[in-house]
């Protein structure tokens, strides 16, 4: 199998957003692969996932529609886990979806050792300034808990300073080391290296050639929507710092339980657009290790949760866990998270299984207000979707940009 076969170029690329603008769903860009296809893929690699992560013997079910399983595979971020799964002997195949799921594999090995040198020569060139780096998500996960790098899937490198004069020096650094600045928000930059294509290589795998980019974070605070409020973890996490990133002690990783409610309230954040089966498997994996190791302790997860007004925002991604991965969180924990959560998101959760959450085919309403809990926030919410927080000429851009951020990061960050 010729990963050529997937490859997409930029003027195709282009189309398939005019054709996704069309046709009012602006994150569906196959319009050669039936949604229902996709779906079924989904809920098959879905069932692998249940049974590896139980102990059970695991088969993934034949399935003829060999673009359909490769973009399930792709959308979700678990394609080169099963993949090493399949070489591993714990899940069985039949031949093209072993093919293909190996594709899968062995780009993503690639793309992890690039992206391995260049995150250790940029948290280098940080240290060596002084500036204290935090190295979040996909660069902490797969090395710290996956069964190896290649494995997890990385978008871009997401790195945490401690903000104002340190975000300052790390921003002169990376500018004056070939990095220009992508976007700005307001709790990160974006930054790339100059000269570089930023050009989507595939739509339906990872492909160890596509973009990535450096999100320089000075906020891990999250907001669901425009309307909602905002978590308070930068007040809090502090303390939460171990000098364990295993590719340079230089940097730290969030410890237990800081970063448990960051990657869970990172997800909750995320539900109403898209919520990638890989993440869940984030939490499965964290939560499983650090029980063991008595790293993780729940009563504590509960008390910084309850001071960060982040347990609310937590719930979907711990509730969608427990469905995954059965007896992986305290009944009485997903409890508490539900009661912090508005109705809507509990309702939600209730009518989702853990692939049913990844929506790129479909929207409402309903979904994109669930958040707003009373007339103050569905005000906030609807004031801010009519008008965006942009320069009009702006906003033209920020479209493209979003489309190219959510196939490049929505799936795997």
Known sequence: MDARDFEISPETFEARQIWARRNGKVLWLWPDIAPRAWRGALEALEAVIRQVLSGAPARLEALHDIPALSLAAY??????????????????????????????????????????????????????????????????????????????????????????ADQEVAEEVLASNGFELISRNYKETTWALAGISRAVRSLLLAHAEDPWSIDLHHSIDQKPASGASKTSLDQLVGPFRASDWPLDRNATTLAQPALLLHLASHIGA???????????????????????????????????????????????????????????VPASVIEICAQASPPR??????????????????????????????????????????????????????????????????FTR
């Open 75 to 164: 959308t979700s971020g678990v394609g080169p886990l099963v993949g090493y799964w399949i070489e591993k002997g714990l899940v069985l195949a039949d031949t093209d979806a072993a093919a293909l799921l190996a594709l899968h594999l062995d780009h993503n090995r690639r793309r992890m050792a690039m992206l391995a040198k260049r995150a250790r020569d940029v948290v280098g060139l940080l240290a060596a300034s002084g500036v204290d780096v935090t190295v979040l998500k996909g660069m902490h996960l797969a090395f710290a808990y996956f069964p190896e790098p290649g494995t997890r899937p990385v978008s871009d490198i997401d790195l945490l300073t401690g903000g104002g």
């Open 345 to 410: 998101v509990r309702q939600w959760v209730r009518d989702r299984t853990p692939a049913g959450a990844q929506c790129l085919d479909s929207s409402s309403l309903r979904v994109h207000y669930m958040w707003a809990s009373g007339a103050l926030e569905h005000v906030r919410q609807i004031g801010a979707d009519l008008v965006p927080d942009l320069p009009w000429r702006q906003i033209p851009a920020r479209y493209g940009e979003f489309i190219r951020r959510a196939l490049r990061r929505g």
């Open 270 to 328: 995320a539900v109403r657009v898209n919520l990638s089966l890989v993440r869940l498997v984030d939490l499965v994996l964290v939560i499983r290790q650090d029980s063991r190791t008595g790293n993780l302790d729940w009563d504590a997860f509960i008390e910084l949760g309850t001071r960060s007004q982040a347990l609310g925002i937590a719930f979907p991604a711990l509730a969608l866990v427990e469905k995954l991965a059965p007896g992986t």
